[in-house]
């Protein structure tokens, strides 16, 4: 009979996010594959777990996956871990798994920590529809190409973003979705400097010039408003501004939130509120 593939999430950061699950499946495994063996080997010895490690990573997934495949058939026990966070998700693991779901092999994925679905929930957008994008390319092209595909989306959409692409990514975002687009910048998440920083694209680009991004982020960007609520009138949406100021919000922020609502800018708005 085959042995199972477990997909055991490991910290994004704190090492208390750990389960007591994770740590019983890495104990029982009869091997670990990991994404780098030294990054898992000190989680190991934090863990005070000694197990058999092979590697398994981009580069080598093919001619590894094939070896702890025919291990799987023969019966063995397998934990997959990547570096940190969920394996599978924007890490090796996909092929792996594809490749036992059609060899038969039975494949269990542990709950645990993962940055798209922590940075969502802490972000304060819609959480109701989402659409995962991970990393954008490298290319400026790709990456415009990719934005672009996503001008019309109203869904909340989840970035991943290293730090010396985040102010370029930010400016292509701007020019495509408009500099008034709500973001949640989610830095270093469970970590000792954890940083939510819920802003717009435009603020989020001055930020970046003021304070170089540093660490990992997640980002968390608004959807665009829907279709319907774009035939909104002006005098409509300047009279749900009006409103939203006799509550109480300031002239900026209640610009800002018909804005959001309505799919006006919100310089359009503020302007023709002071008529
Ligand atoms: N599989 C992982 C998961 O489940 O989250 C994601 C791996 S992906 C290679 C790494 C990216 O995840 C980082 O570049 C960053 O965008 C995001 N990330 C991981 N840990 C993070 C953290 N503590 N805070 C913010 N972003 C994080």
């Known amino acids: 009979m085959a042995g199972t593939l477990y997909l ?13 699950r994770c740590r019983d499946t890495l104990a029982l495994a009869d091997f670990i594959a990991a994404e780098d063996t030294r990054v898992s080997l000190k989680l190991l010895n934090h863990l005070g ?13 093919a001619e590894s996956g094939e070896k702890i495949l025919r291990r799987l058939l023969a019966g063995e026990t397998c934990a997959l871990v990547s570096d940190a966070g969920s394996p599978a ?5 996909e092929a792996l798994v594809a490749q036992c779901a059609e060899a038969g092999v039975p494949v269990c994925a542990i709950p645990g920590p993962c940055a798209v679905i922590t940075a969502l929930g ?6 109701g529809r989402f659409t995962f994008e991970g990393f954008l390319s490298t290319n400026r092209k790709s990456r415009r190409e990719h934005l672009d595909s996503l001008r019309d989306e109203v869904r909340t959409m989840v970035f991943y973003e290293a730090p ?3 102010s370029a990514t930010l400016e292509d ?3 495509v979705f408009g500099g008034d687009r709500r973001i949640s910048l989610c830095r270093e998440l469970t970590k000792l400097h954890e940083e939510i920083f819920r802003t717009t694209l435009a603020e989020a680009i001055a930020h970046c010039e003021v304070v170089p991004p540093r660490g990992e982020y997640v980002l968390v960007v608004a959807g665009a ?4 609520a774009q035939s909104v009138t002006l005098e409509e949406a300047l009279e749900l501004m009006q409103t939203l100021m006799d509550r109480g919000l300031s002239r900026k922020d209640a610009a800002r939130e018909a804005a959001a609502q309505t799919g006006f800018s919100k310089n359009t708005l503020y302007a023709a509120s002071m008529e």
């Open 89 to 93: 998700i924007s890490d090796p693991g």
């Open 8 to 20: 055991v999430p490991t910290p994004i950061g704190n090492l208390g996010d750990i389960s007591q």
């Open 122 to 127: 802490v972000s304060g957008l819609p959480t």
């Open 225 to 228: 408003a829907p279709k319907a």
């Open 173 to 175: 975002m701007a020019a």
């Open 164 to 166: 010396h692409k985040l």
């Open 49 to 61: 777990i000694k197990k058999p490690l092979v590697s398994y990573y981009e580069h080598n997934q």
